[in-house]
């Protein structure tokens, strides 16, 4: 670590010397305190609150004492912003009105001007202030699975119209996925513009491309979304759910940690990754729910395994579910802090002597 830079950012930069830990979705129903508040108020009116936005983001840092706070809002908040006539309806989640289906409904996809999110702006210049050295990431969704959403009408299974789309109409996908990385690209900007201190680019649904259709169709819009931010010199993370056969594309679209699910150990992630990249992640989200010394082992074998990677954030292998208890997530922080520096130490030196 070199001056005040947090251990979250010396990690990002592969120069950390003990384990920082967040959880995605750590700002969230998993919260009394959060399900408090939000009580009555729609996901989507929550976002455009500075006040409900910033006291959200700061829950899990006061309870958890995470390493970072992640910007609390939605991947959908950006088409909203621009007009997009869509619903984050309960128990379904995202519904678009109008599905993009041809060339002329690509009209409903205008460039997003930091004045469309003035209250963006607005909670992360009051959340920079409050969090002190806690670094603040600022977030997006991905091309492809904005596309996905956009495409489909809302959630799916198999993302079969996406991915027609995808093969046999390859220039109106282009279009498509160029005008939304642009978008995910302005989002970040303004929250970059406000303070933010690394950001991270959600491709949820990737995993269900093979490696040969991801590099072809998707990697390069993702590529164009990180290229625009890279002049902030902030840490880059990418993270996609079941794509261990893409980490390597997901690295060079120009990530700088690439985040990993739980279907495959950190060691093996960073492997295939190179030394270039810190790993973040795994733990299995699942598993939370199992007696605590389970968990512990578990917690204490993500460490060993991401020892193996020049750099190393804990963090759930995806986001804390509902049902997850607040206090397992702070006990899992207190042993991340309490140990982890020693188990990745000891890890990295069995690993030499071999």
Not at 98 to 118: H, K, M, N, T, Y
Not at 277 to 283: E, T
Not at 298 to 303: E, F, K, L, S
Not at 312 to 332: C, E, K, Q, W, Y
Request: hydrophobic share 45%; net charge negative.
């Amino acid at each position: 670590m070199t001056g005040t830079e947090s251990e979250f950012l010396a990690a990002c930069r592969r120069r950390q010397s003990g384990v920082p830990v967040w959880f995605m979705r750590q700002a969230g129903r998993s919260l009394p305190e959060y399900r408090a508040i939000r009580t009555g108020i729609g996901m989507l009116e929550s976002c455009t609150r500075p006040d409900l936005v910033t006291e959200i983001t700061l829950q899990p840092v006061r309870r958890h004492g995470v390493d970072a706070a992640i910007f609390y809002s939605d991947i959908m908040v950006p088409l909203k912003a621009i007009g997009v006539d869509l619903e984050i309806v309960s128990g379904t989640g995202p519904v678009i009105a109008d599905p993009i289906r041809s060339r002329s409904d690509l009209d409903q996809l205008r460039a997003l001007e930091p004045g469309d999110v003035s209250y963006v702006t607005e909670a992360v210049t009051a959340l920079v202030g409050e969090l002190g050295n806690t670094p603040l990431i600022g977030f997006a969704g991905a091309p492809f699975t904005l596309a996905s959403y956009l495409i489909e009408g809302g959630p799916s299974k198999d993302y079969a119209k996406t991915k027609a789309m995808m093969v046999a109409e390859p220039a109106l996908w282009d279009v498509l996925c160029t005008r939304l990385a642009d978008l995910s690209a302005a989002f970040l900007r303004v929250q970059l513009e406000a303070g933010a201190s690394a950001i991270q680019l959600f491709d949820s649904w990737a995993g269900s491309l093979s490696a040969e259709d991801y590099a072809r169709s998707v990697q390069p819009h993702s590529a164009r979304v990180l290229a625009q931010v890279a002049e902030y010199d902030v840490p880059r993370i990418h993270f996609g759910v079941g794509t261990g056969e893409l980490l390597g594309l997901f690295g060079a679209a120009g990530a700088d940690v690439v985040g990993v699910d739980w279907r495959i150990p950190l060691a093996e992630a960073s492997r295939r990754l190179g030394p270039d990249y810190a790993v973040q992640g795994n733990l299995d989200p699942a598993l939370l729910t199992a007696p605590w010394p389970v968990i512990a082992d578990r917690v204490r074998a993500v460490i060993r395994s991401g020892a193996a990677a020049p750099g190393h954030i804990f963090n759930l292998g995806h986001g804390v579910p509902p049902t997850a208890d607040p206090s397992v997530l702070g006990r899992i922080v207190d042993l991340v802090h309490g140990e982890g520096t020693a188990l990745r130490s000891a890890a990295a030196d069995l690993a030499s002597a071999r």
